[in-house]
């Protein structure tokens, strides 16, 4: 109903505010398993280590859908950290706002520079795509959105295996 409001507002001219989403195509819900995404994991694991790398001064926070994609989230980052020894000051606890990896019930009061959003559900290995998104299907699922997407102060990027499309 067009009630939902984005900060920090999207921004066409600049990747470097605003909201963005990253279509992870090739991703796949373990419906049946750990129920987790860890193609999708994989995948901001990666953008975590290119944050790191290249805007190490601008603080970062991963926020989850679930508890399970948080875990995948972590298990992937911990895997590429192990070849990159050079980046552990960034991951440091002491920081002024150090990084984070929360699930969307825990991430109330925690803001970053930057946010990355790990949907973790889609379609699983048959094709299969279940209506249901954990704590947000619930009632009151909307407020705990609307925490998890205004926890960025400059740029929020959404991680997602699926698209407006395959909701019906």
Known sequence: NNRLYVVPSPDRRSHA?????????DGVFDRGGKANNQIEARRVAQ???EHARNTPDLS????????????AVRFELELLLRDEPGLQEFFATGREEPFF????????GDERAVIFISIGYGKDASGYMAMS?????NDGGERRLNVLISRARERCEVFSSI??????
Request: hydrophobic share 40%; charged share 20%; proline share 2%.
């Open 133 to 137: 998104f954990g704590p947000l299907s």
């Open 47 to 49: 953008a975590v280590v």
């Open 60 to 71: 970062l926070g991963v926020g989850t859908f679930s508890v399970s994609q948080r875990e």
């Open 101 to 108: 990896v929360k699930n969307l019930e825990n991430i109330q």
């Open 163 to 168: 698209t407006a499309d395959d909701i019906d």
């Open 17 to 25: 505010v605003g909201l963005q989403f990253d279509h992870v195509t």
